[in-house]
């Protein structure tokens, strides 16, 4: 029998994964985490998962993020480092991120905000847009998200580059590659598109020196980590006029407490980390195929590296 424990934090989808993976993986044992007796439990899915709640099941073989990133578990500090994390991915959340990122690089392309402004001002006032082929955009992450963006926004006609921390092809799009290719790719980005994964490496790298690298009056879109972005350096390059908006669906800290800057901002747009999701329904399919091949024979290819960070 799998023994299966879900922790879900304030996402409080709990019941609804512990009865999706009942009825997924016949015969499993499914409960919350914080519930299961210690050293009963065989996986443990969670977001966020707080102190105290993995290091008490000492027979756990691994830890299954809800989500593609894991930086939620490597910073659980008494986190058993041996055990694997499988990450969750799958054909849902791939296609919500696409839709997210072409409809916040149009919104920029078009100048939606601007046109927005003067909708409450009740101000008719026609501007003309270059088209998408002129208009350069580059996604940064180009690991199976990052690959799935960058390709539709190049299908969507833009100029379209992508920057990973090893060189890869793309079919479609202009790709560069580590520290080398880095100014390159910024310098030519009108539209940034952060999905990186949040390492120690990647951390801050949304700051003053990169804003200052793209295209004057450029926008940046972060659906990565909150841990990306340095926050003043934001607020001082769009109040600057040298990016000219900011579409964010990730904070350092979430929720976004009510009185933060962004909320209020003219030129920022606030999501509450819902590019993606990976939800009880579709998601917990991808999650219940994932434990019963891993628990076959161990592997998996949507494995977690902890010294890469993702
Ligand atoms: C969402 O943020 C994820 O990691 O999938």
Aim: hydrophobic share 45%; glycine share 10%; with cysteine.
């Amino acid at each position: 029998m799998i023994r299966i424990g879900v922790w879900l934090g304030d996402r409080n989808e709990d019941r609804d994964w512990i009865a999706r993976l009942a009825t997924l993986i016949p015969g499993a044992r499914v409960e919350g985490l914080a519930e299961a007796v210690p050293d009963t439990l065989d996986y443990a899915l969670v977001w966020a998962p707080p102190e105290g709640l993995l290091s008490r099941q000492a027979a756990l073989k691994a830890v299954i993020s809800v989500g593609a990133g894991v930086d939620h578990v490597l910073r659980v500090a008494d986190l058993p480092r041996h055990l694997p994390i499988l990450r969750t991915t799958g054909p849902d959340m791939v296609q919500r991120l696409r839709e997210y990122v072409a409809l916040h690089v149009l919104a920029h392309h078009r100048d939606l905000m601007d046109t927005d402004a003067r909708q409450a001002r009740a101000e008719w006032q026609v501007f003309v847009t270059p088209t998408a082929n002129r208009r350069r955009v580059g996604v940064m992450g180009l690991g199976r998200i990052g690959a799935a963006c960058a390709q539709t926004l190049a299908a969507l006609g833009f100029d379209t580059a992508g920057w990973a921390r090893s060189p890869r092809d793309l079919p479609g799009v202009r790709t560069y590659g580590g520290e080398a290719g880095l100014a390159e790719f910024l310098d030519r980005c009108e539209i940034l598109v952060c999905l990186l994964p949040l390492t120690a490496d990647t951390a801050d790298i949304l700051n003053a020196g990169l804003f200052a690298r793209l295209a004057p009056g450029a926008a940046v879109i972060n659906a990565g980590r909150g841990g990306h972005l340095v926050e003043a350096d934001l607020l001082a390059a769009l109040d600057a006029g040298r990016l000219s908006g900011a579409t964010l669906d990730v904070f350092r800290t979430e929720p976004l407490p009510p009185d933060h800057p962004f909320w209020r901002h003219p030129r920022i747009r606030v999501t509450p980390h819902i590019a993606s999701y990976v939800d009880p329904d579709s998601g917990a399919r991808v999650v219940a195929q994932n434990i019963l091949a891993f628990d076959r024979d161990g592997t998996l290819p949507d494995i977690a590296d902890p010294g890469r960070g993702y």
